[in-house]
């Protein structure tokens, strides 16, 4: 996903603020924003802070305040800790946080506690290095009062705290004492060169066993006393409401419980998933479609290209807006000779393996919550709202979650706040457990935007970038935020402002325009990325190939006039891993791509032939630029997942409407990469001692522009729309 809110077009302060406290009739004035959205919390963190629990068996628990679903990074969150700490690694385990906004809120979030835009790692660096120095000072003190001794010849290696008279101790039996120290608020921290956990294969996930012998807790795995489970039946068309309905065959469905209107429909509340199920098959539902978008999916393409070609004039209001402008704007739309093309870019599901659900109890007590939330204060906010109390009253447990790629964290907490709307009508703080299918995630989520771009490059003497004109209609994703629709949808752009290639071209006129259809859209992994990058990567690899250069020499050229090193370290890694200067296998041809995304630069050479008219990719060598890499392995598999993820979109992902009714349904119907199609993915890491950067979704979106790369290579033809494989 998942892009961090401080860097797209965010909500104001005061906006959050007012929209956060006004709840149940209470407003908060002069409250900190963490402040106003943990009133009604009684959670108090214990002696080692609100990160930290140490046990007296020597149990070291790191409590996260991002959620665990499938992007490993508990473990680089433990190893943080851990190294300060100088903790047993083996002792080491991690408890998910309460949510609580003033103990756990990301100042990149406006304070607000969630996960998203690679930033977990990055936004708990310091923290979490000062949780555990803070601990170990606090150790370190103990056992100086205990034996007697001066704090600074003590040592604390592996989990054992020592003294070079023999006297030593584990952590356990030192907790008691200090746990009435007060912790130090600037504890010294580590030189990073003497680290001896943080960077190395040690750090290994510590959900595997668990997820491996099925016993780790998922929100399909919750049975609670007198649980009901419920289904929604939505609208076949989006922006279409509930006119009237006949329950009469679904209430006749055995263990059919009671079926309720709500907001986004008609809720069939069961005693069972498979009676949900049935009865919400016996429904019938009339629909108002007054408001409802109609239109195909091709219809709102055709509209997305008349307004960037200009045949549909833009709106007065929340016209075009420009992002990127240097020299002369009338120069980038005129001369001969220059490259115009077009890309066009669908719908896509973000097709989480674990699709949506939630467990909720209003009515009795504070409202709770017990599913993978991703955002909590947002699923706190929107709970608050509908059962009128104050947003930190309402507990969330958050449990691991089957993936989320952005899904799981929208500003209306979609199907959380179905779940919270249900809970209330069956009241008494009975349990329900709302359960969506496959089919209802692809038919009545959120998508990621459908996307036309328009550049016209002119060139120098060299066969450089001279003039840079760029055109991008896009929907936004901030649609429905509490500042409403921006005219400047950062998320839209993100990997075209600040290009390097744009750094170094002399005339660039670059713009956006935000158009809006009935189709709702959200943040999918690696957000505008996921385009832009491709974009920018086909079209250098097309003006290079008219130049007659090679495609790395002409991107090292750019970089160097952008002054973009770490572009050029990462390219000059990629390429000598992949062995770029040698000839690839007979058959085979290398693209190559680079992409920075989410503070990380990210270079592939992929390696790519076509059969049947299809491309194969076999090898994919990663570079990556990631600051302080906390655990190689893991940011391999994320590299390789990534890839693979990024892969399956370009290849075959798309969402498309007909007669504004979604196509899709499931993956038979929306095509995913197989096993037997995945790439070798090789990573290298550039060694750095920055502080860390992201690494969840920067491998995604860099592979559909290197294999279109090979492509071009190979056939001499662009690839200008996605997906590679048409339906």
Same mark, same amino acid.
């Given at each position: ?42 959670? %108090?963190?214990?002696? &080692? /802070? $609100?990160?930290?629990?140490? *046990? #007296?068996?020597? @149990?070291?628990?790191?409590?996260? +305040? ?100 023999? %006297?030593?101790?584990? &952590? /356990? $039996?030192?907790?008691?004492? *200090? #746990?009435?120290? @007060?912790?130090?608020?600037?504890? +010294? ?121 200009? +045949? ?416």
């Amino acid at each position: 996903m998942n892009k961090p809110l401080d860097s797209l077009s965010a909500p104001t302060r005061r906006s959050l603020l007012v929209g956060a406290t006004v709840v149940g009739g209470a407003l908060l004035v002069g409250c900190s924003i963490p402040d106003a959205l943990s009133a009604g919390s009684k959670f %108090k963190p214990g002696a &080692f /802070g $609100p990160f930290l629990k140490l *046990a #007296a068996d020597g @149990t070291v628990t790191v409590v996260s +305040k991002h959620i665990e679903f499938g992007q490993g990074n508990h473990a680089g969150l433990a190893a943080i800790v851990a190294e300060e700490l100088d903790a047993d690694w083996s002792k080491v385990v991690v408890e998910q946080a309460p949510a609580n906004a003033k103990l756990y809120g990301t100042p990149m979030m406006f304070g607000m506690q969630g996960t998203g835009g690679s930033s977990a790692i990055n936004s708990s660096w310091t923290l979490l290095r000062n949780a555990g120095a803070a601990a170990r000072a606090m150790l370190v003190e103990a056992a100086a009062k205990t034996w007697g001794v001066p704090a600074a010849e003590i040592m604390v290696s592996n989990g054992i705290v020592s003294h070079a008279s023999g %006297k030593q101790s584990g &952590f /356990g $039996p030192l907790v008691a004492e *200090a #746990a009435k120290i @007060t912790p130090p608020q600037a504890p +010294k921290l580590k030189d990073p060169k003497t680290f001896a956990l943080v960077g190395t294969d040690l750090v290994r996930r510590k959900d595997s066993a668990v997820k491996s012998n099925g016993t780790a807790l998922y929100t399909q795995d919750v049975v609670l006393p007198e649980m009901l489970t419920a289904m929604v039946a939505h609208a076949p068309r989006f922006g279409a409401t509930v006119k009237s309905f006949d329950d009469a065959a679904a209430r006749k469905v055995p263990g059919v419980v009671a079926v309720h209107k709500i907001p986004t429909g008609v809720a069939v509340v069961a005693q069972s998933t498979w009676a949900a199920k049935q009865g919400r098959d016996a429904l019938k539902v009339e629909w108002d479609e007054t408001k409802a978008e109609k239109r195909s999916s091709a219809q709102m393409l055709t509209a997305f290209k008349n307004l960037a070609s200009g +045949k549909t004039p833009a709106p007065e209001k929340n016209g075009w807006a420009a992002f990127e402008s240097k020299g002369d704007a009338a120069k980038a739309a005129a001369g001969s000779g220059a490259l115009d093309i077009a890309y066009d870019f669908p719908y896509l599901a973000h097709a989480t393996m674990e699709p949506m659900n939630c467990v909720a109890m209003v009515g009795k007590g504070p409202p709770r919550l017990v599913f993978g939330s991703q955002f909590p204060t947002l699923d706190q906010i929107n709970t608050a709202k509908i059962a009128t109390v104050l947003p930190g009253s309402v507990e969330i447990e958050t449990l691991f979650a089957g993936g989320s790629f952005g899904r799981r964290a929208n500003f209306a907490s979609d199907y959380v706040s179905e779940c919270v709307h249900i809970a209330k009508k069956v009241g008494g703080g009975r349990p329900v457990k709302l359960v969506w299918t496959r089919e209802d995630d692809m038919r009545a989520g959120y998508f990621r935007p459908m996307v036309h771009h328009t550049v016209r490059v002119t060139t120098d003497a060299e066969g450089y970038p001279a003039t840079w004109r760029h055109r991008i209609v896009s929907q936004s994703i901030m649609k429905g935020s509490p500042a409403g629709t921006p005219k400047l949808d950062d998320s839209a752009i993100e990997g075209t402002k600040g290009s390097p290639y744009l750094k170094a071209t002399p005339v660039v006129d670059a713009q956006l325009l935000i158009a809006d259809t009935g189709v709702p859209v959200l943040w999918w992994r690696s957000v505008g990325a996921t385009h832009t990058a491709y974009v920018m990567e086909h079209t250098i690899d097309q003006l290079a190939k008219r130049a007659g250069k090679d495609p790395v020499a002409y991107r090292r050229a750019l970089y160097q006039k952008a002054g973009a090193k770490r572009h050029i370290a990462v390219l000059d890694l990629a390429a000598e891993k992949a062995g770029w200067a040698s000839p690839a296998q007979a058959g085979w041809t290398r693209g190559v791509a680079v992409h920075e995304s989410f503070g990380s630069v990210v270079a592939q050479v992929a390696e790519v032939k076509m059969e049947n008219g299809q491309p194969k990719v076999g090898r994919v060598v990663t570079a990556i630029d990631c600051g302080t890499a906390i655990s190689p392995d893991q940011i391999a598999a994320q590299m390789e997942g990534g890839t693979c993820y990024g892969l399956s979109a370009a290849m075959y992902g798309a969402i498309t409407l007909t007669d504004g009714v979604v196509d899709q349904g499931n993956f038979d119907t929306y095509r995913v990469l197989r096993n037997s199609e995945a790439p070798t993915v090789e990573t290298h890491i550039l060694p750095s001692t920055n502080p860390p950067t992201g690494v969840g979704e920067p491998g995604t979106p860099v592979i559909g522009p290197a294999v279109a790369n090979a492509i071009l290579a190979l056939t001499g033809k662009p690839t200008l729309s996605q997906p590679f494989v048409k339906a």
